[in-house]
């Protein structure tokens, strides 16, 4: 491992540790080192399951909250080091016109990084021919798993018509596309801005029929 992979394992271990202040950073890396044996290396970490990493750390503090376990996950999952911070949401009045509301599964700021069974929490942003704007940041607190969560996730979002997330599974996407929700798979973390930009130039370029059938369903169409 070069010096340069040392220091961004460095900094993404004490980056998931700050995300739980009851383990000390130095007991948290020998938690991971005595599951997953030493040198820790940024292969072992990805092996871990958000299961594991949550019953380990409660092993060691039994007050640990899985919001706090998730937050730690994502960190160590991320391809970008980053401290996993919500974006500040101060939307203006409703936006006017025909108008869809996309749901972004999201860990860091406003980028769509988050797998959608396992992000921090899922951004909405209304947007429409001429803006966007992000109208509600909502966390991700269910403990749940499986297909509960699934439902937890899609009841989170059921005002939505787009989802914006970085990985989907079969089963999840077809009960989001039952709930008349449109999924959109990225393959790379993406800035929000980049999607949002492309739903807009759909809208001001004469929309496909599932778009117009989406705006129609979930919203009445004003046209002036």
């Known amino acids: 491992m070069t010096t340069h ?10 980056l998931a540790s700050k995300s739980i202040p009851q383990i000390s950073l130095g007991a948290f890396i020998a938690m991971l080192g005595s599951q997953l ?11 871990i399951t958000p299961k594991q990493l949550f019953t380990w750390l409660t092993d060691v503090a039994n007050d640990i909250e899985r919001g706090q376990a998730n937050q730690a996950y994502a ?19 409703p936006l006017a016109g025909p108008k869809l509301r996309v749901a972004v599964s999201s860990n860091n700021e406003e980028m769509i990084d988050g797998h959608f069974g396992s992000c921090l929490r899922m951004l909405v942003y209304e947007v429409n021919r001429s803006a966007w704007q992000l109208v509600e940041v909502r966390p991700v607190h269910s403990v749940a798993s499986g297909l509960q969560r699934t439902d937890y996730l899609v009841n989170l979002i059921e005002d939505c018509q787009l989802l914006a997330t970085l990985s989907i599974g079969g089963p999840a996407a077809a009960k989001v596309t ?15 801005s980049e999607l949002l930009a492309r739903v807009q130039q759909v809208l001001n370029v004469n ?10 369903k979930k919203e009445p169409i004003h046209v002036d």
């Open 5 to 14: 992979s040392h220091e961004t394992l460095a900094l993404r271990l004490g």
């Open 178 to 192: 039952r709930a008349d929700i449109h999924p959109i798979k990225q393959a790379l973390p993406t800035p929000s």
């Open 37 to 47: 044996g030493e040198p820790l290396t940024e292969k072992k970490l990805r092996a």
């Open 207 to 216: 929309p496909p029929p599932w778009i117009k059938k989406l705006l129609a």
């Open 75 to 93: 960190i160590l999952m991320n391809a970008v080091v980053a401290d996993m911070s919500a974006p500040i949401c101060n939307p203006d009045k």
